[in-house]
Nanobody, 123 residues
Framework: QVQLEESGGGLVQAGGSLRLSCAGY????????MAWFRQAVGKEREFVAV???????DVADSVKGRFWVSRDNAKNTVYLQMNNLNAEDTAIYYC?????????????????WGQGTQVTVSS
């Protein structure tokens, strides 16, 4: 049973920063792509960032230059550093693991999910 657990969410003022962490995937973590998605109220789940098994990373255009994804294979943990947050970043942020194929930006492409962590940005 794979249980992903996100942490680091919370309430922050606009312009502030948060760092999310996701741990719990221990099945060959270093060779697994790990991704972050988010879902705001009334909106579909959207891609935020991915750390691929080969070492490359990618972030959504909407957060480029503000968000960075990184990983620590020794700790089986993936991080999402979020800077200069704004109200549009308010959402539940989900960690996803075990890429199954297709676009790495598509939430259907991942087998395991965490419960999510709430990020609220006050303006």
């Amino acid at each position: 049973q794979v249980q992903l657990e996100e942490s680091g969410g919370g309430l922050v003022q606009a312009g502030g920063s948060l760092r999310l962490s996701c741990a719990g995937y221990r099945r060959t973590f270093s060779s697994s792509s790990m991704a972050w998605f988010r879902q705001a109220v009334g909106k579909e789940r959207e891609f935020v960032a991915v750390s691929r098994s080969g070492g490359s990373t990618d972030v959504a255009d909407s957060v480029k230059g503000r968000f960075w994804v990184s990983r620590d294979n020794a700790k089986n943990t993936v991080y999402l550093q979020m800077n200069n947050l704004n109200a549009e970043d308010t959402a539940i942020y989900y960690c996803a693991a075990e890429y199954t194929g297709g676009s790495s930006h598509n939430w259907h492409s991942y087998r395991y999910w965490g419960q999510g962590t709430q990020v609220t940005v006050s303006s």
